[in-house]
């Protein structure tokens, strides 16, 4: 009955991973169906995972919470960290200890019934995050190929970022990863989820968890259809890509609230979806109009949604502007909160948009990765770690590619995408 198996690579894969486990612990007494992403042994649950870093730094943090039976084989790491260099992660460092990593990967799998899906986060801007998951996800396609789905949660560069030429680099050669080695891409931002945080909660301040908890949210609202409802989420993305590479979704997330704020009440029908729809709160953000190739709503409360299954009026007027009705899955839990400053909404909502309008986004990185490779800037450090040159043009070649199959879909999709949406 198992199926899916998580692995969390580099610094910030790591973290988050830590976050979306201590959420999957707090939910964990709801559901009967653990042995989804926990293996059973006498009454003890162990998570399901593999935590891959090249050094041991986040992994000692993770290791640090008792709370959670994690197994030895859940911990992968190495000796120094791959400096930021892609070709560090990809060839000399990631090289030493990959063998061991699928190892500790396939043992696991062995003690589960089957297996449907990989869900995996990182970070690609960092040498780990880039270098390491495209190694491990070559490696993995060879052995569990087509039987196996492959979903990434994954942190791209921000907007801001044009200075940070390592990570411009990195992300740039770790596109052919996910456009090659992945079922689906869920994208976040740092600057966005700052920004969507910075906006909903009056914070003295904001740090990576705040961000990775909006991760993990999302990967536990989207699990959580089959954790507790079980409902088969292997098609979930899968219907939303209209052709298999274009298969990059935004996510935004809310409500939030602060634990002290007595004013949140629940919103209706309506507001909730125009409130999830909002461009503002979408945690990988675009500066062009949205354009909605295909989208689905997925709603989280514990008690049936009183609304659920009576969107007629509303999924009316979302497909008169998407051109279609964006599909609709209930996840029957609670929202629990590991954070402490945040309440626990009675509802939530993810909306994801396979969304083209994102292209913006890769052609600011194909700019700044010319503008940078123009220069050769830092060319040499790669090079000196095993990457052939050829690569960098390889590289960015796979994102013109990308972009241009989005482009085409955008000119066969209607105009609409523009028009303010009419809810009542
Ligand atoms: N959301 C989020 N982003 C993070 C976190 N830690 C780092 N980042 C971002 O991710 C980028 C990559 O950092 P890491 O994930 O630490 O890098 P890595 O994959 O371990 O690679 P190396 O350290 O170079 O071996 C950074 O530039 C930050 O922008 C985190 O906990 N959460
Ligand atoms: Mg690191």
């Not at 979408?282 to 659920?308: A, G, I, W």
């Amino acid at each position: 009955m198992s199926s899916a198996f998580h692995i969390h690579i580099g610094g910030a894969g790591v973290m988050m991973g830590d976050m979306l486990w201590k959420l999957y612990e707090k939910e964990h007494n709801e559901t009967t169906l653990k042995n989804y992403v926990y293996q059973q042994v006498d009454g003890h649950s162990h998570p399901l995972t593999l935590f891959a870093d090249l050094d041991d730094r986040m992994i000692s943090e993770v290791q640090r919470n008792k709370q959670i039976q994690f197994k030895k084989n859940s911990f992968l790491y190495g000796k120094e960290e791959a400096s930021n260099i892609y070709s560090r992660g990809c060839y000399t460092i990631g090289k030493e200890i990959i063998d061991k990593g699928l190892d500790q990967i396939r043992k696991q799998i062995e003690t589960m019934d089957r297996l449907d899906q990989f869900v995996i986060t990182t970070s690609i801007m960092g040498g780990t995050g880039s270098g390491f998951s495209t190694l491990l996800l070559q490696r993995l396609e060879v052995d569990y190929k087509n039987k196996v789905k492959t979903n990434g949660f994954i942190i791209f560069p921000s907007s801001g970022m044009s200075n940070n030429i390592l990570g411009i680099y990195n992300a740039m050669f770790s596109i052919q990863m996910t456009r090659n080695h992945f079922h689906s891409i869920t994208m976040f931002d740092n600057q966005s989820m700052y920004n969507v945080i910075d906006q909903q909660l009056d914070l003295d301040y904001v740090d990576y968890s705040h961000l990775n908890n909006l991760v993990a949210q999302t990967i536990s609202s989207y699990t959580g259809l089959r954790r507790f409802n079980n409902i088969d989420n292997s098609k979930f993305f899968s219907g939303m890509c209209p052709y298999p590479n274009l298969h990059y979704f935004v996510p935004s997330y809310g409500k939030m609230t602060l634990i002290n704020d007595y004013t949140r009440k629940e919103l209706s029908q309506n507001e909730f979806i125009k409130y999830l729809t909002k461009k503002e709160i979408k945690l990988y953000q675009s500066p062009n109009n949205p354009q909605h190739l295909s989208t689905t709503l997925l709603f989280r409360q514990k008690e049936p949604n009183h609304f659920y299954g009576k969107f007629n009026q509303t999924l009316q007027n979302l497909s008169h502007v998407y051109n279609q009705s964006p599909r609709i899955f209930q996840c029957n839990s609670s929202n629990y909160q590991v954070l402490s400053e945040l309440a626990q909404m009675k509802q939530t909502g993810i909306f994801f948009s396979n969304d083209a309008s994102i292209i913006s986004r890769f052609d600011q990185l194909g700019r700044n990765f010319d503008k940078i490779y123009a220069k050769r800037a830092f060319v040499w450090a790669y090079v000196s770690e095993g990457l052939e040159e050829f690569e960098f043009s390889e590289g960015r070649e796979a994102l013109a590619n990308l972009t241009s199959e989005y482009s085409e879909v955008i000119k066969e999709d209607s105009p609409q995408n523009d028009l303010e949406i009419d809810y009542e």
